[in-house]
């Protein structure tokens, strides 16, 4: 069984999902992934349910009705846009916040669950990582896995340390 298969198996059909979402995305312009997909690209895969992704915001009220009228249903949130489609565990997620608006030009592509998708550059997958690490508005459990992203992604590019806080620096060191 491939790893997109047993993805598939365990979403419900996430992996389908995925690729019809990036098909979307495709049409109505600039997206990347910026989340734990997107960390999957530079470092070890781990399992993840969220799709969290940025899209050029002018489209983003474009790409949400396309999606609705494909039977995905929509959420508005004051940060975020979520999408699920029906029976499917796959989490989608487009970032509203407006700082993540710059990593659209600065995303290459990459294979996601089996699918070519743009994704953030390695700097800025860390950039978006350190604010969730840092939001305290956030989950403790959300947070914690932010934590182990920063983490994952420093054993497998030492130079991303220095972008860190200290704390999370010194822990690093101490291993």
Known sequence: MTAVEAYELTTQGGATDFSRLIEACESFGPYCLIGGLAVNCYVEPVYTLD??????????????????????????????????????KLRIQFTTDERYQTFLSRAGQ???????????????????????????????????????????????????????????QEQIERG
């Open 51 to 88: 799709a969290d992704l940025v899209m050029i915001a002018a489209s983003l009220p474009k790409l949400a009705t396309h999606l609705r009228e494909q039977g995905f249903q929509t959420e508005n949130h004051p940060h975020s846009v979520n999408m699920l489609a029906p029976g499917s």
């Open 110 to 168: 990459a294979e996601v669950l089996g699918v070519q998708a743009r994704v953030a550059c390695l700097e800025d997958v860390t950039q978006g990582k350190l604010w969730a690490y840092s939001d305290p508005q956030r989950r403790l459990s959300k947070r914690k896995k932010d934590e182990l992203d920063l983490i994952r992604l420093a054993e497998a590019y030492p130079e991303l340390k220095l972008s860190y806080p200290s704390a999370l």
